[in-house]
């Protein structure tokens, strides 16, 4: 059975930085593309962040320049460290994993789902 459990989510001030971290179980996580996406309140599940099995990232725009995301085969994790945070981060963040060897950025292509933590963004 395949799980993906994320954690680091919580409330953080404007500015400041989180990391979260996905662990994955029950599957060839070095077979697998891991994506983070997020849905705010009453919004659309969007992505966020990706990297391939070979570790090729990708970021959403909204989040180029304040994010990493990295993972460790090894361990079967993925981390994604966000800095410099805005209240419109604030968003409950979902790892996904993607057995295809592309990056997808649709919520659809991604066969297993975490779920989620919350991210709050505010003073």
């Known amino acids: 059975q395949v799980q993906l459990v994320e954690s680091g989510g919580g409330l953080v001030q404007p500015g400041g930085s989180l990391r979260l971290s996905c662990a994955a179980s029950?599957?060839?996580?070095?077979?697998?593309?891991m994506g983070w996406f997020r849905q705010a309140p009453g919004k659309e599940r969007e992505f966020v962040s990706g990297?391939?099995?070979?570790?090729?990232?990708q970021y959403a725009d909204s989040v180029k320049d304040r994010a990493t995301i990295s993972r460790d085969n090894a361990e079967a994790t993925v981390v994604l460290q966000m800095n410099m945070l805005k209240p419109e981060d604030t968003a409950v963040y979902y790892c996904?994993?993607?057995?295809?060897?592309?990056?997808?950025?649709?919520?659809?292509?991604?066969?297993?789902w975490g779920q989620g933590t919350q991210v709050t963004v505010s003073s």
């Open positions: 996904a994993a993607d057995r295809s060897f592309a990056l997808p950025t649709v919520t659809t292509a991604y066969d297993y």
């Open positions: 029950g599957l060839t996580f070095n077979r697998f593309t």
């Open positions: 990297v391939t099995s070979h570790g090729v990232p």
